[in-house]
């Protein structure tokens, strides 16, 4: 599906949905996770519906499950150094 040639706009799609996801000190960051998660799963199904009309949708969508993933493993994963 021409991932090469999209790869502008699944980066794109990434940064967006990086700078739309919550940040880690927020004190309501579980209810603003839920939303930002419901807010993907809404795109992805819009996405799907119209990919085989407007493929940059799907592609922008795709970037933005990149960053969901992105969030998670920030989130579960902490790497300390104790001295």
């Known amino acids: 599906m ?4 999209n790869s ?7 940064l967006v949905w ?7 000190n927020s004190p ?3 209810e603003l996770f839920l ?6 799963l809404f795109s992805l199904i819009a996405s799907s519906e119209i990919m085989m009309i407007k493929p940059v949708a799907f592609f922008f ?9 992105y ?7 902490r790497i300390t150094i104790h001295k």
Do not use: D, H, S
């Open 71 to 77: 969030v998670v493993m920030r989130k579960t994963i």
């Open 8 to 14: 502008n706009i699944i980066l794109i799609g990434f």
């Open 2 to 5: 021409e991932f090469m040639k």
């Open 28 to 30: 309501r960051y579980g």
């Open 35 to 40: 939303a930002y998660m419901t807010a993907l």
């Open 18 to 24: 990086l700078i739309i996801a919550p940040r880690v």
């Open 61 to 69: 969508t795709l970037g933005g499950v990149l960053a969901f993933c």
